[in-house]
Nanobody
Framework: QVQLVESGGGLVQAGGSLRLSCVAS????????MGWYRQAPGKQRELVAF????????KYADSVKGRFTISRDNAKNTVYLQMNILKPEDTAVYYC??????????WGQGTQVTVSS
């Protein structure tokens, strides 16, 4: 079974940067398209960005376009999210998973990102 472990979150001032990492262990061969998601308090989880295995297709939510960059290292089974020019509205718990999420792949614990104004 695939396990996902996110890290790299923290508290940062508006305008700052963070780099999130997601390591997939177990049988990750099914994780062709990987995505980063986030869930703010009182809101539904939303897709932030996704990337195909070869990196040939990358898409971003309009709210993060131009500020966030998704990448992956297949040899390390790791997906990254570089977040620049952070805004208070980026505050959320960030998760990674397949895109679309797979029922067979449980969500990890996520990593908290808090942006102060």
């Amino acid at each position: 079974q695939v396990q996902l472990v996110e890290s790299g979150g923290g508290l940062v001032q508006a305008g700052g940067s963070l780099r999130l990492s997601c390591v997939a262990s177990g049988s990750s061969i099914s994780l062709n398209v990987m995505g980063w998601y986030r869930q703010a308090p009182g809101k539904q989880r939303e897709l932030v960005a996704f990337i195909t295995r070869g990196g040939d297709i990358i898409k971003y939510a309009d709210s993060v376009k131009g500020r966030f960059t998704i990448s992956r290292d297949n040899a390390k089974n790791t997906v990254y999210l570089q977040m620049n020019i952070l805004k208070p509205e980026d505050t959320a718990v960030y998760y990674c998973n397949a895109m679309p999420p797979l029922r067979a792949v449980p969500w990890g614990q996520g990593t908290q990102v808090t942006v102060s104004s």
